[in-house]
């Protein structure tokens, strides 16, 4: 079965800096949209960034210039260089595999999340 497993995440100091890893098992990984999505601790949900099947990449606005999303398409993993943590980056980060079928279908695969918490 398809498995998307993160790690990576801790608790740091405002400022510090965490890199996440996933690792996606038994899945076309090339083929794949890859991202990665927060919840914080009020559950509200925001796409943090992107890296496309392609390899372009996008950001939300409060993460620019301080997160970089990459993939290894060899090794089937992605990762999210996270600097200069600050405390609403607070939340639960989960990895996403997304991908459309030829008739249009969305495919989409979620792993079960690391905590990152930053304080102050």
């Known amino acids: 079965q398809v498995q998307l497993v993160e790690s990576g995440g801790g608790l740091v100091q405002a400022g510090g800096s965490l890199r996440l890893f996933c690792k996606a098992s038994?899945?076309?990984?090339?083929?794949?949209?890859m991202g990665w999505i927060r919840q914080d601790p009020g559950g509200r949900r925001e796409l943090v960034a992107v890296v496309k099947a392609g390899g372009a990449t996008s950001y939300t606005d409060p993460v620019k210039g301080r997160f970089t999303i990459s993939r290894d398409d060899v090794e089937n993993t992605v990762s999210l260089q996270m600097n200069n943590l600050k405390p609403d980056d607070t939340g639960m980060y989960f990895c996403?595999?997304?991908?459309?079928?030829?008739?249009?279908?969305?495919?989409?695969?979620w792993g079960l999340g690391t905590q990152v918490t930053v304080s102050s």
């Open positions: 038994n899945l076309a990984f090339s083929q794949y949209d």
């Open positions: 996403d595999a997304q991908k459309f079928s030829d008739t249009g279908s969305r495919i989409d695969y």
